[in-house]
């Protein structure tokens, strides 16, 4: 059993699959009989509703964090073992909502789950750092495209000015022709990579059912890759440092097993602005 429980799911540009990984990590870990709670932290711009089939008519955690309703009001079972806190899409309800209260629906959510993961806004505003810093961990999406990485780097700095953890990278809509490895991409933002997700249409096709890809099609690629990362998810926890930097790991990939890239570069001297071999997505 880990002793990390709150992930937040962040990500420097939006669009690069956070909430698609917060859905299938946490219902593939549900699959695996671990109890799970996944969070819409995107107050401004909630969607994780969507991709689950909840209506954001009801109550949500914007009822919450505004003091009119309690957390297990806005908590709606998914499957077996996983519920689901959405936010508000109503930029009335938004505008009432005290995002300081997360930190209270938080350590009430950590008491009943395994595992609880925010699904962070994309961005620097003061609600995106707020998750961060609350969590027991912080898992960075990115896509290998040259922007998403240059833009990981700010949600890296923006973890450490929230004082809180870096756990790990997962590089998603990764494509085999690409020149670019995610160790790759991992090793120069200098934190470890836990996994990657390849570049899969099933995944969009999930999202208008509104069902998580692992449930809807279990045998595509990105259903694969989400449930191999749910198997080795125990293991890659107990590998990631902690907030108080007990086991500093941000240099060294948690997962191993893919060499080095032979026409990598090796510096890292100016950062993912030099990442010009990156591949775009035109
Ligand atoms: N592995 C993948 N393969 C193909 N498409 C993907 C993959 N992951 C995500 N997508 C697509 O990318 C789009 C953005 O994904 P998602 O909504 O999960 O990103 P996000 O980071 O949560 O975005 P936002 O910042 O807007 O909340 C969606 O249309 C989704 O279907
Ligand atoms: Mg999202």
Redesign the pocket.
């Known amino acids: 059993m880990s002793d990390k429980t709150v992930f937040a799911i962040g ?1 420097g ?11 299938n990590l946490g219902t593939a870990l549900a699959q695996t009989g671990e109890r799970v709670a996944i969070v819409d932290t ?1 107050l401004g ?1 909630a ?1 994780l509703a969507g ?1 689950v089939s909840l209506s954001t008519e009801s109550t949500t955690l914007h009822d919450v964090l505004s003091g009119n309703a309690s957390v297990s009001d806005a908590t709606y079972p998914l499957t077996d073992n996983i519920v689901a806190v959405p936010s508000g899409t109503g930029l009335e309800e938004y505008a009432e909502t005290s995002p300081e209260g997360l930190r209270d629906v938080v350590d009430e959510l950590r008491e009943k789950f395994s595992y609880v993961f925010l ?1 962070v ?2 961005g620097v505003s003061h609600e995106t750092v707020l998750p961060l810093g609350l969590a027991d961990a912080v898992l960075v ?1 990115s896509t290998p495209e040259p922007a998403s990485v240059h833009d990981t780097k700010k949600t890296l700095e923006l973890t450490d000015h929230a004082r809180g953890n870096a756990g790990g990278l997962i590089i ?3 494509r085999s022709e690409s020149n670019v490895s995610p160790e790759d991409i991992a090793s120069r933002l200098g934190i470890p990579l836990v996994g990657s ?8 096709e ?2 208008y059912a509104g069902t998580p890809l692992v449930v809807y099609d279990s045998q595509r690629p ?1 259903a694969v ?1 989400y449930k191999q990362l749910a198997a080795d998810f125990s293991d890659i926890v107990s590998e990631i440092g902690t907030a108080d930097g007990s086991a500093d790991l941000r240099s060294e990939p948690a997962i191993t097993g893919a060499g080095p890239d032979p026409d990598r570069s090796t510096s890292t001297e100016g950062g993912p602005e030099r990442v010009s071999d990156t591949e775009t997505d035109s």
């Open positions: 990500s540009k939006g669009g690069v699959g956070k909430t698609t990984t917060t859905v995107d711009m969607n991709f699904d806004g994309a999406v998603t809509r990764t997700i390849p570049d899969d249409p099933a995944v969009r999930s999202l990105a890759a």
